[in-house]
């Protein structure tokens, strides 16, 4: 069982290039290209100013230099995010250079979010699009477990894919090999929108192929690095030897590194990678 860590978070702090090196020196196995950057929206609209080379002409070239500094240093990219919110055209618009940035840095899997008040059937339409190009660039499209907001209970409610039936249909219903699934494990141990992740594993099966993995204390979306909130991973855990599990673990636990600075970033990620190798063992 291999083990990774989106960098996004990290690359806040220290860059991406330095993120995918640290990410190798602490442990981890491969890292996850966060490429929230690509494409920045206000009110549906892109910003005009924005100046991240995943954004500009030179996208390609910064994806390939980031691959090579992670094989310089012995780790390779397992999978990619893909801008969103997909409700917004803007972002649509930019899935093919994600799917092709995710080519360029040898991962297999790119997720990329639902519309998450269309059903099954309607964001297949959408998938089916992004399809055609994620079969010439031999990667795979994974949607992930999603999740609304309801202000009078104070508690997430149902979104796309949020209950475990709804996913294997959003699967089901598009019906292709490079189309697969991401478990958002905080998100399916929010109260009001889920079925549990124990639960939900087992009903994917072999639909499942990769993991964004964090903590929280059942009720907010949190991510939290594991085994500091109220997450049962033994449980997980469990649930993933039952299907045999052949993806990697992806750490998502955005918020823990934010309390880091330049000086003590490696702190953090190693805390990260001494989490989920903890979950490794277990498994």
């Known amino acids: 069982m291999k083990v990774s860590t989106e960098i996004g978070s990290i690359a806040k702090i220290i860059g991406e290039e330095k993120a995918v090196e640290y990410v190798a020196k602490a442990g981890f196995d491969a890292w996850d290209f966060s490429m929230f950057r690509m494409c920045i929206t206000r009110q549906g609209e892109l910003v005009s100013d924005n100046d991240h080379p995943l954004a500009g002409k030179n996208y390609a070239e910064f994806a390939r230099k980031l691959r090579k500094i992670g094989e310089d240093n012995g780790i390779i990219c397992n999978q990619t995010h893909a801008p969103f919110p997909t409700k917004y055209e803007a972002v649509r618009s930019y899935i093919e250079r994600a799917l092709e940035c995710t080519a360029i840095v040898g991962a297999e899997i790119c997720v990329v979010h639902p519309q998450n008040l269309l059903s099954a059937e309607e964001n297949a339409e959408m998938y089916r699009e992004f399809l055609v190009d994620a079969h010439k660039y031999g990667v795979k499209i994974a949607t992930e477990n999603m999740w609304c907001w309801d202000g009078e209970k104070d508690e997430s409610s149902p979104a796309a894919c949020s209950f475990a039936e709804d996913f294997c249909r959003h699967i089901d219903v598009v019906n292709d090999d490079y189309f697969v699934a991401c478990l958002d494990i905080g998100h399916a141990e929010m109260r009001g929108s889920s079925d549990g992740a124990a639960y ?25 690095i594991p085994f500091s909130m109220k997450v049962d991973f033994e449980e997980i855990v469990r649930a993933l030897k039952d299907i045999n599990y052949k993806g990697y673990l992806t750490l998502e636990a955005t918020r823990y590194i934010e309390n880091f600075t330049e000086e003590n970033a490696f702190e953090g990620v190693k805390d990260l990678y001494n989490a989920v190798d903890r979950m490794r063992k277990m498994f």
């Open 200 to 224: 939900t594993i087992r009903a994917l099966g072999d639909r499942l192929q990769a993991l964004h993995i964090h903590d929280n204390d059942q009720w907010k979306d949190s991510h939290a």
